[in-house]
């Protein structure tokens, strides 16, 4: 007799109670105040268990943003690229100012500043967002609205460095103008050839 096993079983379950009860601590006490004593009273899960699959709150953070980066990106459609594009630096913006996802989408920035595994799971997880991104590039190409030869990825990359220069560099708050004016320049140099 075979035996079936559900999709996901236990383990996917205590992931996802664990990676639920990070984003919730990283919310509410950032990235400095994560702690897998809170993680494991959130989660129900035992701190051994956590620490042995985890193993820190790095590896934590890690986890959740391997499985971010494994989710689909809302792609934009708007019919143009400097509405896909402006569309993207928008959704980078108001990521990060939103109450609930931008206290755990800066908690993931600085982990990533500080610790080689989170640094790892940010690389993957960006180059995910970006790939996804691309196709609103690959589109405009097909429409006759830019050159095939333009680097689809690294003008994705060009639109959205803006954004975080401001936040994580400058400290300058972002404002919907400024993701425009992010956007515009990036699709400027595409169409200058500088991509």
Do not use: C
């Amino acid at each position: 007799m075979e035996i079936q096993r559900r999709p996901g079983g236990r383990s996917a379950r205590v992931r996802d109670a664990v990676r639920q009860a990070t984003l919730v601590e990283l919310t509410q006490h950032g990235h400095q105040g994560l702690t897998v004593e809170n993680v494991a009273k959130r989660s129900g899960v035992h701190k051994t268990s956590i620490y042995r699959r985890w193993g820190s709150p790095e590896g934590l953070i890690a986890d959740a943003l391997e499985l971010a980066a494994s989710e689909p990106w809302p792609i934009p459609d708007t019919g143009t690229l400097v509405g896909d594009l402006r569309a993207i630096t928008e959704l980078v913006r108001a990521g990060f100012a939103d109450p609930r996802g931008g206290p755990v989408a800066s908690a993931f920035i600085v982990a990533a500043m500080q610790n080689s595994a989170a640094a790892d799971a940010m690389r993957i997880f960006t180059t995910s967002r970006r790939t996804q991104s691309a196709e609103l590039v690959r589109r405009a190409v097909a429409r006759g609205e830019l050159a095939a030869e333009v680097d689809a990825e690294e003008l994705v990359r060009y639109a959205v460095a803006p954004i975080y220069y401001r936040l994580f560099i400058t400290h300058e708050p972002v404002t919907a103008e400024d993701a425009v004016k992010a956007a515009d320049a990036a699709l400027a140099a595409a169409r200058a050839g500088v991509l």
